[in-house]
């Protein structure tokens, strides 16, 4: 069973920066993307960041230039740094990732989610 687990959210006020971490554990022999999504409330879950196992990234409109994803895949683990932080970033944060099993067939993981709340 492979488990992803969540730190680094908290408050912080506008202009402010947070690091959130991902760090997945389990049955693992490879992993594939990794990224970040965000849901705010009463909105859909949307992609916010993510990056390949060769390290090729995408990152929302809204967050190009002051967020960064990045991993460290010796230690199946994803990163995001948020400078410039916005309230409108004010939301719940998932990671997840694209992880296959020994016959190739890759599944979906998600965290359980870190609040990440930005005052104006």
């Known amino acids: 069973q492979v488990q992803l687990v969540e730190s680094g959210g908290g408050l912080v006020q506008a202009g402010g920066s947070l690091r959130l971490s991902c760090a997945a554990s389990g049955s693992i022999f490879s992993i594939n993307t990794m990224g970040w999504y965000c849901q705010a409330p009463g909105k859909p879950r949307e992609l916010v960041a993510r990056?390949?196992?060769?390290?090729?990234?995408n990152y929302a409109d809204s967050v190009k230039g002051r967020f960064t994803v990045s991993r460290d895949n010796a230690k199946n683990t994803v990163y995001l740094q948020m400078n410039s932080l916005k309230p409108d970033d004010t939301a719940v944060y998932y990671c997840?990732?694209?992880?296959?099993?020994?016959?190739?067939?890759?599944?979906?993981?998600w965290g359980q989610g870190t609040q990440v709340t930005v005052s104006s």
């Open positions: 997840y990732a694209i992880i296959p099993n020994v016959e190739g067939t890759e599944y979906h993981y």
């Open positions: 990056i390949t196992k060769s390290g090729v990234r």
